[in-house]
């Protein structure tokens, strides 16, 4: 497994969740890393994404509640979702996209669930 996620779970709207995605140290540094989503009977869309240097992307309906971030030392990947609404529920994929590669890393999907 190259890339390992976690973190999901069930919160009350309105609540907070930290997924955390490991990747393998050759993967981690070469690549531009991302969480994606995706909902029962919908498309996976990007949630957010953050290259090696640490620029962001986020989706319009992300900004400003979710936080991409990485860790070199820990070879980490993580997201920060506050302010969560049951529009948020999905399952939540990690990816890893190596610059210059036509490759995509993706980790197995970590669950989360917002719900009162």
């Known amino acids: 497994v190259q890339l390992q996620a976690s973190g999901g779970g069930l919160v009350q709207p309105g609540g907070s969740l930290r997924l955390s995605c490991t990747a393998s140290r050759t993967i981690f540094s070469s690549s531009m890393m991302g969480w994606y989503r995706q909902a029962p009977g919908k498309q996976r869309e990007l949630v957010a994404s953050i290259t090696r240097v640490g620029n962001t992307i986020y989706a319009d309906s992300m900004k400003g509640r979710f936080t991409i971030s990485r860790d070199y030392a820990k070879n980490t990947v993580y997201l920060q979702m506050n302010s969560l609404t049951p529009e948020d529920t999905a399952e939540y994929y990690c990816?890893?996209?190596?610059?210059?590669?036509?490759?995509?890393?993706w980790g197995q999907g970590t669950q989360v669930t917002v719900s009162s």
């Open positions: 990816n890893a996209h190596p610059i210059g590669s036509s490759s995509n890393h």
